[in-house]
């Protein structure tokens, strides 16, 4: 039977092109339909889309998949923003206000705007996530109702490069797939891995994908930092390879063997490892080369993403998740290098989830992100029904059944992780101009008031001149007049 209502979501991840369809309930809990898969690494590198035909096609096939399992037209899906090219960068906007103003709404909503219209070279803003405002000497998350005279926003703009940006948008126009909403996929994921006491305590979450590592900082419930580093569980597979073995061989070995720390007097110098029935690999050769990679990963974490002013702030401690979390002993190979004991790892979602998807049941943080995409969808994505008795007259194989019209919920484009489509970044810009316009125009009104004379006023200090200038023109007229009586 044909399902009416479902969501879709599509994870463009490093190696893979992951489509998942669900039903949510009003607990929240999500019942996974279907879920397909598209190796992508002939089109996208490390996240990041390089040939638009090739990924066109896999998105192409990744729906007809998902059509088929749920016997039902997809008119529309959800799509996870992630990859190498992100990073957050700090900005801050400035509005000198008239003495006294009280802050509103709209005011804080101008503010988001023109940070929003930050202009870097080559560079897309994605989201912006708000972290305080400044209200003269005091930091504020809400500061609707105080009197200032300047108020000052810092935000942290999550950007990527335009040319991933207009490639992301181009697969999807390619393929014919109309989009719901586009969210941040390491957002996303926060959102359903994360507990509220973690992000607000502060916490640093760890993604350890296959070609890259996603960073995300929280504190007091903002997002403070993100950014995506180009190294992942592929590259610890390729130095094992270079132990003169083939790539998918490595990769049987790190599963088998591989452990992220491992005690001095755990190495035996004289043991080896099993390749095959005929090969095998010195012990301390393979353990050295997983470790140093594994190190390299987390250092470049922990000193080189990590914000100083946050590392000692991180009450709720390191979550970690992906496919590189369920490592043996990842662990303490984090503590060893950052020396925080509070690690969790999050192989699943916070939602009850009922699947018959083994990717997903096997709870090792690999089908997280698909699952927080999933989460985030709000509007049914199914389409008419498709009919498998269709005959040479039904050529598309529809039946007349009418999609079922969920109505989209009304959100403010300012929503934290959602990316903005093309239009709504026109109707943004077009709306800055607008107010641009407005207040330029009421400038050249003041100052054409101040242009025009003013009426004298009544007393005043020209009335007083004019009366003594009258006075003194009568004085001269008595004067003459007495001069002609005389003569």
Same mark, same amino acid.
């Given at each position: 039977?044909? %399902?009416?209502?479902?969501?879709? %979501? ?20 999500? $019942? ?18 390089? $040939? ?9 096939s ?15 899906? =959800? ?27 709209d005011?804080? $909503?101008?503010?988001?705007? @023109? ?16 972290? #305080? ?18 108020? +000052?926003g810092?935000? *942290? ?25 586009? =969210? ?13 006491? +973690?992000?607000?305590?502060?916490? *640093? ?12 900082? =929280?504190?007091? $419930? ?12 592929n ?12 790539? @998918?061989? !490595?990769? #049987?070995?790190? *599963?088998?063997?591989?452990?992220? =720390?491992?005690?001095? +007097? ?29 190190? #390299? ?50 192989g ?19 089908m ?10 709000d509007? @049914? ?7 498998? @008795? ?30 903005m489509?093309? !239009? ?5 810009e ?16 003041? +100052? ?8 004298? !006023?009544?007393?005043g ?7 003594? *200038? ?18």
């Amino acid at each position: 039977m044909a %399902a009416k209502e479902f969501i879709v %979501a599509i994870e463009l991840g490093s190696s893979k092109i992951t489509g998942i369809a669900g039903k949510k309930s009003m607990d929240g809990s999500i $019942n996974v339909l279907a879920v397909v898969r598209e190796d992508a690494t002939s089109c996208i590198r490390k996240g990041v889309v390089y $040939n638009i035909d090739k990924t066109s096609a896999c998105l192409t096939s990744i729906i007809k998949k998902l059509k088929t399992i749920l016997k039902s037209e997809i008119s529309q899906v =959800y799509v996870g923003v992630g990859g190498q090219s992100i990073r957050s960068i700090r900005n801050s906007s400035v509005k000198t206000l008239p003495e006294d103003t009280i802050i509103s709404q709209d005011m804080i $909503n101008e503010l988001m705007d @023109n940070n929003r219209s930050t202009v870097y070279p080559d560079l897309e803003i994605l989201d912006a996530a708000t972290q #305080e405002f400044k209200v003269g000497t005091q930091y504020q998350i809400d500061p609707v109702g105080v009197q200032i005279d300047k108020i +000052e926003g810092n935000f *942290l703009n999550i950007v990527c490069r335009k040319a991933f940006y207009r490639n992301l948008n181009k697969c999807f126009e390619k393929a014919n797939i109309s989009i719901a909403e586009m =969210y941040l996929a390491p957002i996303a994921l926060a959102h359903s891995v994360l507990s509220d006491a +973690e992000k607000r305590g502060g916490c *640093l979450l760890v993604d350890l994908g296959a070609d890259t590592t996603t960073v995300s900082v =929280y504190y007091k $419930n903002i997002l403070r930092h993100l950014a995506v580093i180009p190294l992942g569980g592929n590259n610890i597979t390729k130095d094992i390879a270079s132990l003169q073995m083939e790539e @998918n061989e !490595a990769e #049987e070995m790190k *599963l088998k063997y591989a452990s992220a =720390y491992t005690e001095i +007097e755990e190495i035996d110098s004289n043991k080896t490892l099993a390749i095959d029935a005929e090969r095998t690999v010195p012990m301390q050769a393979f353990i050295e080369l997983v470790e140093a990679r594994v190190n #390299e990963i987390i250092e470049n974490v922990w000193f080189g993403q990590v914000p100083p002013e946050y590392k000692d702030k991180l009450l709720g401690g390191i979550i970690l998740t992906g496919g590189g979390s369920k490592m043996r002993d990842i662990k303490k190979a984090f503590t060893a290098i950052t020396g925080v004991q509070k690690i969790r790892i999050a192989g699943t979602v916070s939602q009850k989830v009922t699947s018959n998807d083994k990717d997903i049941n096997a709870h090792d943080g690999t089908m997280n992100t698909a699952l927080g995409l999933l989460a985030k969808g709000d509007i @049914n994505c199914a389409g008419s029904t498709i009919n498998p @008795n269709a005959d040479l007259f039904d050529t598309d194989g529809r039946t007349s059944t009418p999609p079922v019209d969920t109505p989209r919920k009304e959100r403010d484009p300012r929503d934290t992780g959602v990316v903005m489509t093309p !239009a709504e970044k026109q109707r943004l810009e077009q709306e800055r101009l607008r107010r641009e316009e407005e207040a330029e125009r009421l400038r050249r009104e003041k +100052e054409l008031d101040k242009e025009e004379p003013e009426e004298p !006023a009544k007393g005043g200090l020209f009335s007083r001149a004019f009366s003594k *200038l009258q006075d003194f023109g009568r004085k001269l007229i008595s004067e003459e007049s007495d001069e002609d009586i005389n003569r």
